[in-house]
């Protein structure tokens, strides 16, 4: 089944615990992407990878990490969390960079 | 930098009725637009999109959407909402020389009651 997974699924932390959410697809996609997912603000784009050791920043990248070592992951790492990173987040992947994406469950983080 | 407008956060229907839920964008250039779906407790499901042709497109459930270039516009609709349309719509944009970078609009949670 083609699937986008995302772990851990749920996660409570304390600030500056550096921690990884991991991000795996199994379409052979060139393209992956991190949101984060807040209320009243939709989906921002944190970062994004158009392939192997090729990444981008999004619209809010500060405070994020990625790397892309392989194509069918693309972990999101924090280094220092802090509490204004309490969010949803999803990944995403692409076969091309401008057509529609295929999400992950979401990972629920909670940073206290 | 890219910008997406959803202009109703909000929408409380009966079923039967008809929706429809606006998006406006900022970019001038070549744009892809889509209308992802997200019911409760699930992730984000393209519900249809837009790259050229036919201004008018259809999608999955009903749905269709509007793509008026003059207004920026990409609005989506249905004749006719069912209880199981509960959910959160986003619209978004790539643009077309920029690989890989999208932007989303804020959300529209549409609350269909029985």
């Known amino acids: 089944e083609a699937q986008v997974t995302q772990n851990p699924r749920y996660l409570i932390t304390v600030t500056g615990k550096k921690l990884t959410v991991t991000c795996s697809q199994n379409?052979?996609?060139?393209?992956m992407s991190w949101y984060r997912q807040d209320p009243g603000l939709g989906l921002r784009q944190i970062y994004y990878?158009?392939?192997?050791?090729?990444?981008d920043k999004g619209d809010v990248p500060e405070g994020y990490k990625v790397s892309r070592k392989e194509k069918r992951n693309f972990p999101l790492i924090l280094e220092s969390p802090s509490p204004n990173q309490t969010s949803l987040y999803f990944c995403?992947?692409?076969?091309?960079?401008?057509?529609?994406?295929?999400f992950g469950p979401g990972t629920r983080l909670t940073v206290t | 930098a890219q910008s997406v407008s959803q202009h109703n956060h909000h929408v409380i229907l009966s079923e039967a009725a008809s929706l429809e839920l606006g998006c406006n964008y900022s970019?001038?250039?070549?744009?892809?637009l889509f209308w992802y779906v997200q019911y409760p407790g699930q992730h984000l499901q393209l519900l249809l999109k837009?790259?050229?042709?036919?201004?008018l497109v259809k999608g999955i459930k009903g749905f269709e959407a509007e793509f008026i270039k003059s207004k920026f516009s990409f609005n989506l609709r249905k004749p006719s909402v069912q209880w199981s349309d509960t959910a959160e719509y986003f619209c978004?944009?790539?643009?077309?020389?920029?690989?890989?970078?999208?932007?989303f609009g804020d959300g529209t949670t549409l609350t269909v009651k029985p």
């Open positions: 379409m052979n996609h060139e393209y």
């Open positions: 995403a992947s692409s076969y091309t960079g401008v057509g529609e994406q295929y």
């Open positions: 837009y790259f050229s042709g036919d201004p």
């Open positions: 978004a944009v790539n643009e077309g020389t920029n690989a890989g970078k999208s932007t």
């Open positions: 970019y001038g250039g070549t744009v892809n």
């Open positions: 990878s158009m392939n192997v050791e090729v990444t």
